[in-house]
Nanobody, 119 residues
Framework: QVQLVESGGGLVQPGGSLRLSCAAS????????MGWYRQAPGEQREFVAA???????NYADSVKGRFTISMDGAKITVYLQMNSLKPEDTAVYYC?????????????WGQGTQVTVSP
């Protein structure tokens, strides 16, 4: 199994920046993709960004050009650098990992970290 622990959320003013971190542990050798999702109050969880172990990235249109996802392969840690933050970026941000374990494809989620963008 894979366990994920997020950190780095907080309160920031519009236009500001935050960096989220997500550290993976457990059966990390099977991880193929790590990503970030977010869920605002009353909304469904939505995709934000993802990165493969090979470094291929993908972003939601709403964050392209403002957010950057990266991975430290040695530490199995994924980062989300968020710049030019807007109030609509306010949400709980969740880390996700897709991995293979005992021949089966599985997915793990972190506990979430709150990001609030407000004057």
């Amino acid at each position: 199994q894979v366990q994920l622990v997020e950190s780095g959320g907080g309160l920031v003013q519009p236009g500001g920046s935050l960096r989220l971190s997500c550290a993976a542990s457990g059966s990390v050798f099977g991880i193929s993709v790590m990503g970030w999702y977010r869920q605002a109050p009353g909304e469904q969880r939505e995709f934000v960004a993802a990165i493969t172990r090979g470094g291929v990235t993908n972003y939601a249109d709403s964050v392209k050009g403002r957010f950057t996802i990266s991975m430290d392969g040695a530490k199995i840690t994924v980062y989300l650098q968020m710049n030019s933050l807007k109030p609509e970026d306010t949400a709980v941000y969740y880390c996700n990992a897709d991995y293979f374990y005992l021949g089966q494809r599985r997915s793990s989620w972190g506990q979430g970290t709150q990001v609030t963008v407000s004057p």
